[in-house]
Nanobody
Framework: QVQLVESGGGLVQAGGSLRLSCAAS????????MGWFRQAPGKEREFVAA????????YYANSVKGRFTISRDNSKNTVYLQMNSLKPDDTAGYYC???????????????WGQGTQVTVSS
């Protein structure tokens, strides 16, 4: 079992930045690949970024590539999502997730946090 708690969401103007954090507890954090997803009202949950267990490999959705950076600190059991050059289209609830494989599909992930809201004003 892994418990995940996101933080760092908020209201920001277009062009601004936010850093999301996801703190994990339970089983060994380094055993899990981590992913970030987002879901806007009326839309399906979509993949944003993923990172391998060691942090050596990262993956991004085309819509965020070059603007968002996923990273992890296994000594702190935390994964981060640095979001720069934010756009109103980035407005959504953001969720972190854990799985033993590096995958992109939400249904593949076994463990989820409760989410944190990001709102980008124009």
């Amino acid at each position: 079992q892994v418990q995940l708690v996101e933080s760092g969401g908020g209201l920001v103007q277009a062009g601004g930045s936010l850093r999301l954090s996801c703190a994990a507890s339970g089983r060994a954090f380094s055993d899990y690949a981590m992913g970030w997803f987002r879901q806007a009202p009326g839309k399906e949950r979509e993949f944003v970024a993923a990172i391998s267990m060691s942090g050596g490999s990262t993956y991004y959705a085309n819509s965020v590539k070059g603007r968002f950076t996923i990273s992890r600190d296994n000594s702190k059991n935390t994964v981060y999502l640095q979001m720069n050059s934010l756009k109103p289209d980035d407005t959504a609830g953001y969720y972190c997730a854990a799985d033993v494989r590096v995958v992109r599909a939400p249904y593949e992930y076994d463990y989820w946090g409760q989410g944190t809201q990001v709102t980008v004003s124009s």
